[in-house]
């Protein structure tokens, strides 16, 4: 039913991590390369009383992450703050529906992808992106034809869409969500439940903190730069080949009763037990503070259950701390109704629920694996993670507009 507990993961052990391979530029055809974006503001009038554009304007950035369950795209553009999204676009596309069986994206999945892919190719035409970077995940990894469908996609659409390595997947899930990492803590455990692989990163605030230090002499603003360094403190990182559409498809998704739930749950913990074994994280945990950051469809639906929210709110889920005995209890309670009962909560909805107790399980592996109680939410990863490494890389070239 499940691969062996050691197929396809990568362990990765660092003492200290070293620089992030540089993000490549992903523009497609349509867009005029190094074109400014649209203003954030209206524009000012000339000496004539027209319109015109303030010279220091930012430029917009785009960021997306073709994954195996969601389309998703960011268009942005710096702030003082970071930056500021300017437009989004999220759809449910399942393109790695069947993948696992078949190792081929199928027809139906490549169809719904490219419609959501049309979207998000009018939405960097019209923003003139400047610079972005266009990803996709596991499923395009696992399908022998995900290049030739990319080929197909940049042909039909002019969009330019890389594979990214699991490795640099971990990296920027880092950056994208560090801005929510409790810095007091000595251990962090980044995680991200994605549709066909789950990402584990463990950081030590330690070397990060050291790094502050270093720099305390430097006087400029390190916003974006600051949550790029936070790849400094990796301590180790796995990629496990398992996530919320491939578990869901094993295991029959809809109907799923406790000893099957069980299965799941103890399967993924065969896939933990051996990363945590070799990096050796669990004996440093003794008398130090340590946290879950969980950046995933999987936690904000936990926690918008948790919370009881009437509709999703991104504003009170992301940045939320909540407790593993609160996600415990959440996973309970969803695991004991039924599918329409799933279907009729509010942060669940039809297009989740045969996929939330598959997050559930991979989410409680490893609760019981790795004893932290709090746990943080982010409703934010890749593509920030993306925005701020293509933002950072400008600014320390002189092209920063803050």
């Known amino acids: 039913m499940f691969p062996a507990a050691g197929d396809f993961i990568a362990v990765t052990i660092f003492a200290q991590a070293g620089v992030p391979p540089a993000a490549t530029d992903r523009l497609p055809s349509a867009a005029p390369a190094g074109s400014d974006g649209e203003a954030d503001s209206p524009t000012r009038p000339d000496s004539t009383g027209r319109g015109r554009r303030h010279q220091s304007e930012p430029p917009a950035y785009a960021a997306l992450d073709l994954g195996t369950n969601n389309c998703r795209l960011l268009v942005a553009k710096p702030s003082r703050r970071g930056f500021k999204v300017i437009d989004a676009f999220s759809r449910i596309i399942r393109l790695g529906e069947g993948v696992t069986a078949s190792g081929v994206l199928n027809e139906a999945a490549m169809s719904r992808t490219l419609q959501a892919l049309h979207i998000c ?38 969009l330019q869409i890389e594979i990214l390595s699991r490795e640099d997947e971990a990296r920027l899930a880092v950056s994208g969500c560090a801005s929510l990492i409790d810095q007091s803590a000595d251990l962090v455990l980044v995680f991200d439940i994605g549709g066909g692989s789950s990402e584990l ?94 950046t995933s469809g999987t936690v904000t639906t936990v926690a918008g259950v948790h919370l009881g929210l009437a509709r999703y709110d991104r504003s009170r889920v992301d940045g939320c701390w909540i407790t593993t005995n609160d996600a415990q209890r959440v996973a309970d309670n969803l695991l004991h109704a039924t599918h329409e009962q799933r279907v009729a909560e509010p942060c669940v909805g039809h297009e989740r629920a045969d996929l939330v107790l598959a997050g559930c399980a991979i989410l409680e592996a490893m609760i019981r694996t790795l004893p932290c109680q709090r746990l943080r939410v982010a409703d934010r990863g890749l593509r920030e993670g993306i925005l701020t490494t293509l933002m950072s890389e400008d600014a320390s070239h002189g092209r920063g507009w803050d």
């Open 201 to 294: 990163i463990w950081l030590d605030l330690d070397l990060w903190r050291r790094q502050q230090a270093d720099q305390l002499a430097r006087p400029q603003r390190r916003s974006l730069s600051d949550r790029v360094d936070m790849q400094g403190c990796i301590l180790a990182w796995t990629s496990l080949p398992v996530g919320v559409v491939t578990l869901a498809e094993r295991s029959g998704g809809r109907f799923i009763a406790n000893a099957e739930y069980e299965d799941m749950v103890t399967h993924v913990k065969t896939l933990i037990e051996p990363f945590e074994a070799a990096a050796g994280v669990l004996p440093r945990l003794a008398g130090r503070s340590a946290h879950l950051l969980g």
């Open 121 to 158: 190719a009018t939405k960097i035409r019209r923003h003139q992106v400047k610079r972005s970077r266009l990803v996709a995940t596991e499923a395009c990894r696992m399908a022998s034809n995900g290049p030739e469908f990319l080929n197909r996609v940049e042909q039909e659409l002019g």
